[in-house]
């Protein structure tokens, strides 16, 4: 190709190519830009804060999750309000207090007494 006083002439091998109906392409469009640094500290903190969003959203669905070979599963209050985890039969286990980012804070009554329970969200085991 050459320029002359901006009008793009296209030398005989282009248009030959284009009436055969071959199509010339521009890898340039392919390219994403720099290569990712996987090792990089926001890639890492990225890679975490997702991870966290991912069990955390996990939890609050109601997905089950497995504790000492027992399954159990989250069922949301009414209205917006906590509420508590049940097992695999649905029977009542313990009333949520709080949801945070990693941990999930309940209470149950064993024998008149108020037992506190904490889960970790990053340690527990999510059924498929």
């Not at 002439?9 to 190519?17: F, G, I, P, T």
């Not at 990089?40 to 975490?48: D, I, N």
């Not at 991870?51 to 959203?57: E, I, K, L, M, T």
């Not at 508590?84 to 009542?92: N, Y």
Request: charge should be positive; proline fraction near 1%; aromatic fraction near 10%.
């Amino acid at each position: 190709m050459s320029k002359l006083k901006n009008v793009v002439v296209l030398d005989e091998k282009m248009l030959k190519a284009i009436a055969n109906g071959e199509k010339k392409f521009d890898n340039r469009v392919n390219n994403t830009g720099r290569p990712v640094n996987k090792q990089s500290a926001r890639y890492k903190r990225l890679a975490k804060q997702a991870f966290y969003a991912d069990v955390n959203s996990k939890f609050q669905k109601g997905n089950q999750f497995k504790i000492n070979n027992s399954t159990y599963a989250y069922s949301a209050g009414k209205d917006g309000k906590l509420g508590c985890i049940v097992d695999s039969i649905g029977l009542h286990q313990c009333n949520v207090d709080y949801i945070g980012r990693t941990k999930v804070k309940c209470y149950s009554f064993t024998l008149g007494k108020k037992v506190n329970i904490e889960l970790n969200l990053k340690t527990l085991k999510f059924v498929s």
